[in-house]
């Protein structure tokens, strides 16, 4: 059965650093989401992204935040200077369409921002 | 703005009986969607309802939406310790586009062998 991948599975990195985050969405989808979860917290919708670009974005995803589909298959998460406050899991997530349709997720990627 | 609020927050229960699970929101919707999530793991979609659906099955899930309540309920019957996790609902708010989907806190279920 297809499905989202992710990786890393677990990143680290210093505070003001930059990182990627890499999804492989399902290959028949369109439409591709961000969320994140801080630990013991709800699961937030960051941003979503059709036809090369943002269809919507919460207030979470500010300047430090941009999406990117380099190619056919992958789609990226950047933090420019990644913040204490940035630790959390990080979901991709992907549609074939936008309303009324699954949206299927990633195993997600665990940022630890020290 | 909407929010799902799951309800109970926890829930522990012997294998073999149901766990029900529920669900309530503030806006009106598209569809609705339950996840499950093992600790510290993804999120697995486990099913849509649509906003013109009151009821759906899925082997021994079953889900019902009551849009006049704005509220959904999960029941999962025969439980397994299999079936310990957490389970979210998340809705689609009929408003805004692009699918965003907003999360409840979850019901963490417990299933003792």
């Known amino acids: 059965e297809p499905e989202v991948t992710q990786t890393p599975s677990h990143q680290v990195t210093q505070m003001g650093q930059e990182v990627i985050l890499r999804c492989v969405p399902i290959?028949?989808?369109?439409?591709f989401y961000w969320y994140r979860q801080i630990l013991g917290q709800k699961v937030e919708f960051l941003v979503s992204?059709?036809?090369?670009?943002?269809?919507?974005k919460s207030e979470i995803f500010d300047d430090q935040f941009s999406v990117e589909r380099p190619d056919g298959s992958n789609f990226t998460l950047k933090i420019r200077s990644t913040k204490l406050e940035d630790s959390a899991m990080y979901f991709c997530?992907?549609?074939?369409?936008?309303?009324?349709?699954?949206?299927?997720f990633g195993p997600g990627t665990r940022l630890t921002v020290l | 703005s909407q929010q799902g609020e799951e309800d109970p927050q926890a829930l522990s229960i012997q294998e073999g009986e149901n766990a029900t699970m529920n669900c309530s929101y503030k806006?009106?919707?598209?569809?609705l969607q339950w996840y499950r999530q093992n600790s510290g793991r993804g999120l697995v979609h486990l099913i849509l309802?649509?906003?013109?659906?009151r009821e759906k099955h899925s082997g021994r899930l079953r889900v019902t939406l009551d849009t006049s309540k704005k509220s959904s309920s999960l029941l999962i019957t025969a439980s397994r310790a299999a079936d310990t996790a957490s389970y979210f609902c998340?809705?689609?708010?009929?408003?805004?586009?692009?699918?965003?989907?907003?999360f409840g806190e979850g019901t963490q279920l417990t299933v003792n062998p």
């Open positions: 309802i649509r906003s013109n659906e």
């Open positions: 997530a992907s549609s074939r369409l936008a309303d009324f349709d699954e949206q299927f």
């Open positions: 290959s028949n989808h369109l439409y």
């Open positions: 998340a809705t689609d708010a009929w408003e805004t586009s692009g699918s965003r989907l907003t």
């Open positions: 992204f059709y036809n090369n670009e943002i269809s919507e």
């Open positions: 806006t009106s919707i598209n569809n």
